[in-house]
């Protein structure tokens, strides 16, 4: 195995289906030196791709951003190429990753030169995830349409997932049904009179096919599951010099419902991909509800979210395995009454067993179901 700048070139292009909030796809990465035997790749954050009012903590950046270099390391150990090292200084807009790469035939094993993060032994025993390859990151999808419950596949997935995070420091937790909706439905209504959070929303939405911009980022109406007159209609809304009016009427409250759901989208009305869950669902028949938790304390660093999203990826991935998609819902984050309910919830669970009583902090929630419907795949930029 010989390391070349196209074999690399070819890695960050696996990487660069990754899953990132508003599918913003904040990376910027760069091939620094290629030997034939070692490859150092850098990768930063594009500016103009923050979400500093929906992500004022840069969280998800965090967490778009290991996902990223999951994807990476995934595609590079099927290449037989070793990650030798990752390192993450920074945080937000400094962030700055660096690996180091090197030819092998061996799969990949990586080690943190940036010091031991708290989640960092989830991916340094690769043993406990199924052995991911491209093709997975291929298949795996967000899927914000109908979602079938099914609780074998739902179980199995799970405890592969609960068995790789036992050593480290998040937790996978369900979440009951009734619950669920009831914190969306709050989160909802706070993101939603947040006009600075509901115009940057309004940027990431992708509802006209003319827009050069519809085949590179953002959130199209397909994805978001719009129906064609109303994706039609929110094309006509969807104009720099309306943004203001349309922002003034959802942040006033005045807009409504029907406009946030079927002009600007469930996306849209939160401001960060919320459904206005008002459809009655039987007792059975809902999907299953998941957050992942960590400690309040201490605070994460930029590094552990890095970690963190590289967990996340592995997640969704085994869930794919099991044929179930996820539908992500990062505003339960957003409202702090909903994020103080979710934390007596996240402790009440863990109430009898001590190892779990800290983990009481959502750093991401995500419906788990198996997909009803064909899933709109979302556009990605060209990396080159
Ligand atoms: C950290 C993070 C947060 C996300 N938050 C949301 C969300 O709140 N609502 C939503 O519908 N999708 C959310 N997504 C999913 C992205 O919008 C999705 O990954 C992106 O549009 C690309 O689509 P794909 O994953 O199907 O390739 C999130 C993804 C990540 C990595």
Redesign the pocket.
């Known amino acids: 195995m010989t390391l070349t700048p196209a074999l690399i070139e070819s890695l960050l292009t696996e990487a660069a ?1 990754a ?5 913003t796809q904040p990376w910027v990465p760069e091939i620094t030196d290629c030997t034939a035997e070692v490859a150092q790749v850098r990768v930063g954050v594009d500016p103009a791709r923050l979400l500093p009012h929906g992500d004022p903590r840069s969280e ?1 950046l965090h ?2 951003m290991g ?1 990223w270099v999951e994807s990476l390391m995934i595609a590079a150990a099927e290449a037989g190429v070793r990650t030798e090292s990752v390192t993450v200084r920074g945080r937000g807009p400094t962030l700055d990753i660096r690996l180091r790469l090197t030819a092998t035939e061996s799969m990949a094993s990586v080690e943190s030169t940036a010091g031991p993060t708290r989640v960092e032994s989830a991916l340094t025993d690769g043993s406990a995830w199924p052995r991911f390859g491209v093709a997975d990151l291929h298949h ?3 899927d ?1 349409g109908p979602l079938k419950r099914s609780d074998p596949r739902f179980a199995e997935a799970t405890e592969i997932c609960r068995n790789a995070m036992a050593e480290t420091a998040v937790r996978l937790v369900e979440v009951p049904d009734d619950a669920w909706r009831g914190w969306l439905r709050r989160a909802a209504l706070h993101s939603y009179g947040n006009r600075s959070v509901f115009t940057e929303t309004l940027r990431w939405l992708r509802f006209d096919t003319d827009d050069p911009a519809y085949d590179q980022d953002g ?1 199209t109406a397909e ?1 978001l599951r719009i129906p064609a007159l109303g994706a039609r209609a929110a094309a006509a809304l969807d104009r720099p010099w309306l943004h203001s009016w349309i922002t003034g009427l959802a942040s006033a409250s005045l807009a409504p419902v029907a406009l946030a759901r079927a002009a600007i989208s469930k ?1 849209a009305s939160s401001g ?2 919320s459904r206005i869950a008002v459809l009655p669902r039987t007792k059975r028949s809902h999907p299953h509800h998941l957050v992942l938790a960590v400690p309040d304390q201490p605070a994460l660093t930029a590094a552990d979210e890095v970690e963190i ?1 590289r967990v ?1 990826l592995r997640t969704w991935l085994t869930f794919d395995r099991h044929g179930l998609r996820v ?5 339960l984050k957003d409202s702090p009454t909903v994020r103080d309910e979710v934390a007596t919830f996240l402790r009440g669970r863990a109430r009898g067993h001590t190892d779990c009583q800290e983990f009481d902090r959502p750093i ?1 929630a995500f419906t788990v179901g198996s997909s009803t419907t064909p ?1 709109p ?2 556009p990605r930029l060209s990396p080159f």
């Open positions: 289906s899953p990132s909030a508003h599918n998800d967490l778009g996902c795996r999808q967000v914000r959130l994805c996306y960060r991909g999203g996340l539908d992500v819902h990062s505003e991401a899933v795949r979302a």
